[in-house]
């Protein structure tokens, strides 16, 4: 078989990680940004509940959770497995990301917000996710180069991604070697290109960015 | 301002600690600010004055007593109410860094008071224009001295039409040229006969402007007086050390 053939074989399942990880990317801002604006507020149970997921995801490895939602809770498909694995798991870490940005910004902007008779969630909404958007992408984009790279997992719950197309042409051309080479570049590539956006979003946000740290560092 | 006279804030038998209440700030605290003064608190280092005015609008709480604001008494349901009623300018200014200098003006009179996006923009305006700045308008704080950005906060102040406004040493994060500035604008509000309560080490300053001084010692204002009576006859030997420590340099 041709070092082409096996490349066009492969690739045929990249859709599958093309759909997943826009999907994963959007749930784990959501569950991100609510969960770090709950556990910012530091209200004891709440925080101390927060804390608890994220410690225990921290030593879990996704393919565990994978796993273990597959045999347990029936979702209807492997992809909604897929999704809810990934989204547990890589939720919790932008979860740490949007807490340590709010942390980030000074205590006088809640105090100005206060002030003006403001609630904690219009202050959250309006003052704080739009000043901490800015710092948090470079590293919201390197999370999601980990959710790229853990989309090799989800062909063990059944999904026919790229994965799953390997083994199938290892089964038939005994060559695992050339085929994990192909599936090596091909995840380099598409990494680099996330990688290629985030430090152009980084890059345009970060004259913003400065005139921010301008301001903190007159205040 | 008819109503001037009237009691505006009053504090009842108010305590409040720091560090496991080795820190006092108020020790059976009780006094009342009258409406339309202003009213300098000074004091040394550590003394609480800014815990003091940051529990007037809840940014602290209080241990026992209680605070009544126009009749109100400061609590948790009542607090958005009466934050809405006292503006406050912070020592660091505190404006949003992602807003123009209008925005910063706008937003608390558009999503607090629920004003209409035009008056707030008219209103803040024509307060941008009495601090000297509205043609800085549309520039973001991080574009303005440290001046300015003091300027803008006190704009910010005014644009939610506030009974009382505190003031949490608003010049001392400032260059010394800048102090001015700020200064004759607080004057200025003085004048009008708002009612402002001002923590300040700015002595010259409060030896103008004020109407009352008080000089906040181990959780009590051990000396409340005019500003001729506190600096030239002070009744209270540590309010003496103090002037001329600071002011008869």
């Given at each position: 078989m041709h070092l082409h053939e096996m490349v066009v074989y492969i690739t045929r399942g990249i859709g599958i990680t093309f759909k997943l990880v826009p999907c994963v990317i959007v749930s784990t801002l959501i569950v991100g940004m609510i969960l770090g604006i709950l556990r910012f507020?530091?209200?004891?149970?709440?925080?101390?509940?927060?804390?608890?997921?994220?410690?225990?995801?921290?030593g879990i490895p996704p393919l565990v959770i994978l796993m273990a939602l597959y045999f347990t809770v029936k979702l209807g498909s492997s992809f909604m497995t897929a999704f809810v694995a990934l989204t547990i798991y890589h939720g919790a870490y932008v979860t740490e990301i949007v807490r340590g940005?709010?942390?980030?910004?000074?205590?006088?902007?809640?105090?100005?917000?206060?002030?003006?008779?403001?609630?904690?969630?219009?202050?959250?909404?309006?003052?704080?996710?739009?000043?901490?958007?800015?710092?948090?992408?470079?590293?919201?984009?390197?999370?999601?180069?980990?959710?790229?790279?853990?989309?090799?997992?989800?062909?063990?719950?059944?999904?026919?991604?790229i994965m799953w197309n390997a083994k199938e042409l290892i089964a038939v051309t005994y060559d695992p070697i050339r085929v994990y080479f192909i599936i090596g570049v091909l995840y380099f590539v598409v990494c680099f290109i996330i990688d290629l956006i985030a430090s152009r979003v980084e890059k345009s946000v970060s004259g913003r960015y400065q005139a921010q740290l301008a301001e903190k560092g007159a205040q | 301002m008819s109503e001037d006279g009237k009691v505006l804030v009053e504090f009842k038998n108010v305590d409040k600690r720091f560090g496991g209440g080795k820190i006092i700030v108020m020790d059976d605290f009780s006094f009342s600010f009258t409406k339309g003064e202003t009213h300098i608190i000074c004091g040394r280092s550590g003394?609480?004055?800014?815990?003091?005015?940051?529990?007037?609008?809840?940014?602290?709480?209080?241990?026992?007593?209680?605070?009544?604001?126009?009749?109100?008494?400061?609590?948790?349901?009542?607090?958005?109410?009466?934050?809405?009623?006292?503006?406050?300018?912070?020592?660091?200014?505190?404006?949003?860094?992602?807003?123009?200098?209008?925005e910063n003006v706008t937003f608390g009179p558009i999503r607090s008071l629920k004003k209409k996006k035009e008056e707030a923009i008219e209103s803040g305006l024509m307060y941008l224009d009495r601090v000297g700045l509205r043609d800085r308008a549309d520039?973001?704080?991080?574009?303005?001295?440290?001046?300015?950005?003091?300027?803008?906060?006190?704009?910010?102040?005014?644009?939610?039409?506030?009974?009382?406004?505190?003031?949490?040493?608003?010049?001392?994060?400032?260059?010394?040229?800048?102090?001015?500035?700020?200064?004759?604008?607080?004057?200025?509000?003085?004048?009008?006969?708002?009612s402002m309560i001002v923590v300040t080490h700015e002595m010259s300053?409060?030896?103008?402007?004020?109407?009352?001084?008080?000089?906040?010692?181990?959780?009590?204002?051990?000396?409340?007086?005019?500003?001729?009576?506190?600096?030239?006859?002070?009744?209270?030997?540590?309010?003496?050390?103090?002037?001329?420590?600071?002011?008869?340099?």
């Amino acid at each position: 078989m041709h070092l082409h053939e096996m490349v066009v074989y492969i690739t045929r399942g990249i859709g599958i990680t093309f759909k997943l990880v826009p999907c994963v990317i959007v749930s784990t801002l959501i569950v991100g940004m609510i969960l770090g604006i709950l556990r910012f507020k530091n209200i004891k149970v709440i925080s101390q509940i927060i804390d608890l997921y994220v410690t225990a995801i921290r030593g879990i490895p996704p393919l565990v959770i994978l796993m273990a939602l597959y045999f347990t809770v029936k979702l209807g498909s492997s992809f909604m497995t897929a999704f809810v694995a990934l989204t547990i798991y890589h939720g919790a870490y932008v979860t740490e990301i949007v807490r340590g940005g709010l942390e980030a910004v000074p205590k006088g902007q809640m105090d100005a917000g206060k002030s003006l008779g403001l609630g904690y969630m219009r202050i959250m909404a309006s003052v704080y996710i739009p000043q901490i958007m800015l710092q948090i992408i470079p590293t919201l984009c390197g999370q999601y180069i980990l959710v790229v790279k853990d989309t090799t997992l989800v062909s063990v719950v059944g999904l026919q991604d790229i994965m799953w197309n390997a083994k199938e042409l290892i089964a038939v051309t005994y060559d695992p070697i050339r085929v994990y080479f192909i599936i090596g570049v091909l995840y380099f590539v598409v990494c680099f290109i996330i990688d290629l956006i985030a430090s152009r979003v980084e890059k345009s946000v970060s004259g913003r960015y400065q005139a921010q740290l301008a301001e903190k560092g007159a205040q | 301002m008819s109503e001037d006279g009237k009691v505006l804030v009053e504090f009842k038998n108010v305590d409040k600690r720091f560090g496991g209440g080795k820190i006092i700030v108020m020790d059976d605290f009780s006094f009342s600010f009258t409406k339309g003064e202003t009213h300098i608190i000074c004091g040394r280092s550590g003394a609480g004055k800014s815990t003091l005015i940051r529990c007037i609008n809840a940014l602290e709480t209080i241990d026992k007593g209680s605070i009544i604001i126009e009749g109100q008494e400061l609590g948790h349901k009542t607090m958005h109410d009466i934050r809405k009623k006292v503006a406050m300018v912070f020592q660091d200014f505190n404006l949003f860094p992602h807003m123009s200098v209008l925005e910063n003006v706008t937003f608390g009179p558009i999503r607090s008071l629920k004003k209409k996006k035009e008056e707030a923009i008219e209103s803040g305006l024509m307060y941008l224009d009495r601090v000297g700045l509205r043609d800085r308008a549309d520039a973001k704080p991080a574009q303005l001295s440290g001046g300015q950005k003091q300027r803008v906060a006190i704009a910010r102040a005014l644009n939610m039409h506030p009974d009382l406004i505190l003031f949490d040493e608003p010049t001392s994060a400032l260059d010394p040229e800048m102090v001015g500035e700020v200064l004759n604008i607080m004057k200025m509000l003085s004048e009008e006969g708002r009612s402002m309560i001002v923590v300040t080490h700015e002595m010259s300053f409060a030896k103008e402007a004020a109407d009352k001084i008080s000089f906040l010692e181990n959780g009590k204002f051990i000396e409340t007086a005019d500003p001729d009576t506190f600096f030239d006859h002070p009744k209270h030997e540590s309010v003496k050390k103090f002037i001329d420590q600071v002011y008869n340099k």
